[in-house]
């Protein structure tokens, strides 16, 4: 029952309250381990347009088989969110800045390369990244790594979507 509180049910990921316990056990572990951790925040594009032009269910097919490529794109020990509509956060642990870049643009191609088949037709879908990376000596809190990935979303968004950012 904990376990499932955890997790949202469309996606079968971990949900908000999952990813505050997971970035907690993260942020111990990285800290007890002198290892970087790093975070990816990620929104889909235009996906309110999805829910507008054809409907809930046909953004809930897309949701779903968004989470299946996030799943796919990831390291095993990698751990996926769902923190709101369509947006998701990535916990990597004892990951640096060049192998989070390429997590987050593996997950940014497989997203954007193929469309996503739906019951009403493909869609073409494309997701803005942002990443951050606490270094071992770094002391910042979970919230301070949060802002900074989503300050690093943002840059990504306004250089036109579509893209990974990292923040320094």
């Not at 309250?17 to 925040?41: C, F, T, Y």
């Not at 000596?137 to 802002?147: H, K, N, P, Q, W």
Request: hydrophobic share 40%; glycine share 6%.
């Amino acid at each position: 029952a904990r376990r499932e509180a955890l997790m949202d049910p469309l996606t079968h990921l971990w949900n908000r309250r999952g990813a505050s316990v997971l970035l907690k056990a993260a942020l111990a572990e990285s800290d007890q381990r002198g290892a970087p951790l790093a975070l990816a925040l990620l929104d889909l594009d235009t996906f309110k347009r999805v829910n507008d032009n054809h409907g809930h269910q046909t953004g809930d097919e897309v949701l779903r088989r968004v989470a299946s490529r996030l799943l796919s794109s990831v390291r095993g020990d990698d751990a996926i969110c769902r923190i709101g509509g369509d947006e998701f956060l990535v916990i990597m642990v004892d990951t640096d800045v060049a192998i989070a870049t390429r997590v987050a643009e593996r997950i940014r191609q497989a997203i954007t390369d193929t469309p996503i088949p739906t019951r009403d037709g493909t869609m073409p879908m494309s997701v803005s990244v942002g990443c951050t990376v606490r270094q071992p000596r770094d002391s910042s809190a979970i919230e301070v790594l949060l802002e900074r990935a989503d300050q690093a979303l943002r840059d990504s968004k306004s250089a036109g979507r579509n893209r990974v950012r990292v923040a320094s």
